[in-house]
């Protein structure tokens, strides 16, 4: 166990529809990394949260945002969602910005219909 | 963005085999890298780290070989179980950002 839980584990949706995927880090961990998983592709960086202040961008839609509130936890927001959006969506926390190891959550697997 | 590739995208090995994963990444200035073991539905899970100034770093069954000069990185696992079975990704750190790899498909056969 990481100590990264993820809810919901599961979302089925429609298309054009909103949807929003939680995360709680490891106790302690300041840092809060968001990733999707297509199939067959690599872990995609989206979005990095420190202490509640985006630290970093990756290959995140307009469509797509997150925030990092007070108590550590973060959601990330998915809305006009599209076929293409159905992936994993992986929350990840470390506990300094630089050259420690990532723990994941087991994520949350969204289907688009 | 930054590259980082896998030599094979399967492996198959006899259980009691060890293992060796390879993984080549593009970025000269990554001085952090980790492997990751993700089994089915589940969330990659940190193996072992080893960081630019090391070239080897061993944890249990696993050792993790670092060679800078050609930016190539491997993990070997010792006496491969059943349970080793899985995806394995070898993830780069430049900055403050990680670069994962597609990931390399273990199969341990009985």
């Known amino acids: 166990d990481s100590g990264v839980t993820q809810t919901p584990k599961h979302l089925i949706t429609a298309t054009g529809q909103r949807v929003t995927l939680r995360c709680s880090p490891r106790?302690?961990?300041?840092?809060v990394y968001w990733y999707q998983q297509s199939l067959d592709q690599g872990l995609q960086f989206l979005i990095q949260?420190?202490?509640?202040?985006?630290?970093a961008k990756g290959n995140i839609l307009e469509r797509f945002s997150a925030q990092q509130f007070p108590d550590l936890h973060s959601e990330l927001n998915l809305s006009s969602l599209e076929l293409g959006d159905s992936a994993l969506y992986f929350c990840?926390?470390?506990?300094?910005?630089?050259?420690?190891?990532?723990?994941f959550g087991n994520g949350t697997r969204l289907t688009v219909t | 963005g930054e590259s980082v590739g896998l030599h094979l995208p399967t492996l198959s090995v006899q259980e009691g085999d060890n293992s060796i994963i390879n993984c080549a990444y593009s970025?000269?200035?990554?001085?952090?890298f980790i492997w990751y073991k993700q089994e089915s539905g589940k969330g990659p899970q940190f193996i072992i780290d080893?960081?630019?100034?090391?070239d080897k770093r061993q944890g249990q069954r696993v050792t993790v070989l670092l060679n800078k000069t050609v930016k190539h990185l491997s993990l070997q696992i010792a006496a491969t179980q059943p349970g080793d079975s899985a995806v394995y990704f070898c993830?780069?750190?430049?900055?403050?950002?990680?670069?994962f790899g597609t990931g390399t498909s273990l199969t341990v056969i009985p």
């Open positions: 990840a926390s470390s506990g300094t910005p630089y050259n420690s190891p990532l723990h």
């Open positions: 106790s302690g961990d300041l840092s």
């Open positions: 949260y420190y202490n509640g202040e985006e630290r």
């Open positions: 970025n000269s200035a990554s001085d952090y």
């Open positions: 080893i960081r630019s100034n090391m």
């Open positions: 993830a780069e750190n430049t900055g403050n950002q990680f670069y």
